[in-house]
């Protein structure tokens, strides 16, 4: 009986300790919340006897509380909230606004629907040589791209003579006078793209290409480097570049001074050039200040000044006997020549919601002066002209976007553009014997000159149209008109597309209608009556005013991203373009400088072939491209051909003389433990020469390597790096031009092996 009570007591106390819910929670069922206990009955016993039990209070244990597994889920995130950003520098908030400004400048004028091949800042720097690459020769391994010889322009898009538009941060810089200065060095360059095919409308006047440059945008970080880079042939080149942020301002300056024994192509096989130093500066400045949010000023300088000993061609045979003179050695001729090339831009861009626009004021002098030898230009050829050439272009150019909606975004904008240009030629040639007509011993001197102001203006008005998540149909009419040594315009419609069909397949497709001018400085006429009776007379003396040009280019590519092997990319593009009044461009004389003239009617046919293979700190290239460039019938400045050339041309398509059939670039870089190696290649299957361009020189391949190694002598954010590089590895001998063919003058040999050493710091 008294085991029953203890127990009946235990029972009430279990009760008391946790409520009637007790009794109806299962099991497996978590404690509930504690409840007041209230007070309990005594119970009887089976008898009826009461038995009084101690009242006894019980004070809940804290781990007896309510089940907390979702408020502690939710109370530990209440203990360590998201860790906030650390506030970011004024320098940082500047960087992201400038690149905000930057992302909107490049959608004012993106290529939409063209052809579009990209060089990051990365890959220029992986090349043989580096940033110590030319930008020319950089861009050799480029699809479509194909090398020449200095004089006659170093490089060709899709076989085409010049006709190549330059622009930095997507702002025009109008046409020079130089031959061989590059204005604009490749250590400035953060990416660039050279687009080709159907330019949309916003592209006008130079249309075989559009190298968009992007100037350096990592430069602002207040650091900087110095280097020395020199080795085979006398070459010796020092650079400096700083970059940082004061205030709302980002600047970047920069300097290389570059000296060399092979300024320009060695006219003879020989591994030593005669007569060939060249020394040249170059310079570069780049300003950004943010006005407010929305708006910011930019302004970009450079200048390039070269000066070139011609080489010389050894053996030469004397033609004339100037002054009684019989014999000359033309290993001693002293032609001379003369760069000044300077840029200035100043541009204003506003971007607020759907609104982009930029205003920029541009301006670019050049002047080229040739100098030539007085006594051998005379005797070698029958004359000698000292040729200066000078330009100063002012202009303005503005271009605005707005989108509406979703689907749709108009594009319009407008240059305008003044240049003052200079040709000046001052000739000693031999008097010809009346009588007889042939070359005399007596000289004559003659000067021509010829100055004009001449004005070009283009518009836009394009819409870029989404029609789908998949395609853009980018359309538009552009109008051209020029007033130079003639007048004449044009209305250009374009159309281009682009469809997305696949993750990782592009399809694009235009046509475009273009007009180009011919460069004033290129199309000044000759005052042929001031030379009558000498050496210097044309047997030709027609002379027609070069015209611009008018042309239909088609295009149409795919790129495919291979996901079977990860980061492989493939491309293939086709061009038709016909041509009326194509324009094209020759060296006619001993000096070293252009003169322009039309074809009736030129065709240019192409395929390129692209592809790109990236894995970690490998990276592979290759291009290849099929093209055909013909024309027919001689239009303008026919004085500068042989009756003979003119009266073949006047009945058959010829092909131009920088016309290659196929080219072809590739190359690879691995990175190995902190060691960069690189190599790259070029081929050609060479120009044309001979009569009327109907032959073609020999083939030839240039294999680059190089290799370059980070040393953190100074500290790990500050490192020294050394490179070795060696041109033409395999001293391939082969002629980029051999002095035959339409306006070819002289032989032009590619470079022979060089090896060159290189060390910069950063700062």
């Keep these: 009986m008294l085991k029953r009570q203890m127990l009946a007591a235990s029972g009430a106390a279990s009760l008391l300790l946790c409520g009637p819910a007790c009794a109806q929670a299962p099991a497996t069922a978590p404690p509930p919340a504690p409840a007041a206990a209230p007070a309990a009955s005594p119970p009887s016993s089976a008898g009826g006897t009461a038995i009084a039990l101690p009242t006894i209070e019980i004070t809940a244990p ?43 400048r490049r ?41 020449d010889a200095a004089a006659s322009g170093q490089l060709h898009v899709r076989n085409e003579h010049a006709n190549l538009q330059y622009r930095i941060n997507g702002i025009m810089l109008p046409d020079g006078v130089g031959a061989f200065g590059q204005i604009i060095d490749t250590g400035i360059v953060g990416s660039l793209a050279l687009i080709t095919g159907a330019l949309p409308a916003q592209y006008g006047l130079r249309t075989a290409g559009v190298l ?10 207040n650091s900087g480097s110095v280097g020395v880079y020199g080795g085979s042939h006398g070459t010796i080149a020092t650079s400096a570049e700083y970059g940082g942020t004061i ?5 970047y300056v920069s300097g290389r001074y570059f000296g060399s024994s092979v300024g320009i192509e060695n006219p003879t096989p020989a591994y030593d050039a005669i007569h060939d130093n060249t020394s040249q500066e170059k310079g570069f400045l780049y300003l950004s200040t943010v006005l407010d949010p929305t708006s910011r000023l930019t302004l970009i300088s450079g200048i390039a000044n070269g000066a070139y000993e011609i080489p010389n061609n050894p053996g030469q045979t004397p033609v004339y006997t100037p002054f009684g003179i019989t014999s000359f050695d033309s290993a001693l001729l002293n032609e001379r020549q003369r760069e000044l090339n300077q840029f200035n831009v100043l541009a204003y861009q506003k971007s607020a919601g759907d609104f982009d626009f930029q205003l920029s004021y541009f301006n670019r002098y050049s002047s080229l002066h040739f100098m030539p030898d007085p006594i051998g230009d005379l005797v070698f050829n029958g004359v000698a002209s000292d040729v200066y050439r000078q330009s100063l272009i002012n202009g303005i150019q503005e271009d605005t976007s707005y989108r509406l909606g979703f689907a749709h975004t108009l594009k319009f904008g407008f240059s305008t553009s003044a240049e003052n240009s200079l040709v000046n030629n001052g000739s000693t040639a031999l008097l010809l014997d009346p009588g007889t007509g ?40 552009r109008f051209d008109q020029m007033w130079q040594y003639i007048d004449a315009n044009q209305l250009s419609p374009r159309i281009n597309a682009t469809w997305k069909p696949f993750d990782g397949t592009t399809f694009h497709a235009g046509y475009s209608r273009n007009f180009t001018p011919p460069e004033q400085v290129l199309a000044a006429p000759t005052n042929l009556a001031l030379v009558q009776g000498t050496t210097a007379q044309p047997v030709v003396s027609q002379q027609d005013p070069v015209l611009p040009e008018r042309s239909n280019v088609y295009d149409i590519g795919v790129d495919q991203k291979i996901y079977a092997i990860p980061g492989l990319e493939v491309g293939v593009d086709a061009y038709y373009k016909t041509a009326t009044d194509l324009l094209d461009d020759g060296q006619f004389g001993q000096a070293y400088v252009l003169s322009a003239f039309n074809y009736a009617h030129g065709q240019n046919t192409g395929v390129e072939l692209k592809a790109n293979y990236t894995n970690g700190n490998l990276r592979l290239y290759g291009n290849i491209a099929w093209a055909r460039q013909r024309a027919t019938r001689i239009v303008s400045n026919q004085y500068l051909f042989d009756p003979d050339a003119l009266a073949y041309i006047a009945n058959a398509y010829i092909y131009t003389d920088h016309a290659q059939l196929l080219t072809a670039s590739a190359g690879a870089s691995y990175l190995w433990n902190g060691t960069k190696f690189s190599a790259d290649m070029v081929y050609g299957s060479g120009l044309r020469n001979g009569f009327a361009n109907t032959t073609t020189l020999p083939s030839y391949t240039q294999v680059n390597v190089g290799v370059s190694h980070d040393f953190n002598w100074i500290s790990a954010a500050k490192p020294t790096t050394l490179r070795f590089d060696i041109v033409n590895l395999f001293d391939s001998i082969y002629q980029i031009r051999d002095g035959s063919g339409i306006g070819v003058f ?10 060159y050493f290189g060390i910069s710091q950063k700062l």
């Design 438 to 477: 042939l070359p005399t011993d007596a000289t004559t001197s003659v000067f021509d000159s010829n100055a004009r102001t001449g004005y070009l203006f283009s518009t836009y008005l394009a819409d870029e149209w989404k029609v789908t998540n998949n395609l853009t149909v980018n359309a538009g009419l």
């Design 746 to 755: 002289a032989p032009q040999y590619g470079p022979r092996r060089g090896f």
């Design 247 to 251: 205030g709302q301002t980002q600047y």
């Design 62 to 104: 804290k781990r007896l509380q309510p089940l907390r597994h979702p408020r502690t889920r939710v109370a530990t995130r209440r203990r360590q909230p998201p860790t906030a950003p650390p506030p970011q520098t004024p320098e940082k908030r500047l960087a992201g606004a400038n690149e905000r400004f930057d992302e909107a």
């Design 212 to 221: 968009d440059i992007q100037t350096k945008t990592d430069a602002f970080n």
């Design 107 to 147: 959608a004012l004028v993106t290529p939409a629907g063209a052809n579009s091949y990209q060089l990051t800042q990365q890959a220029l720097e992986a090349l043989p040589q580096g940033t110590n690459t030319p930008l020319d020769k950089a861009l050799l391994q480029v699809p479509g791209v194909s090398q």
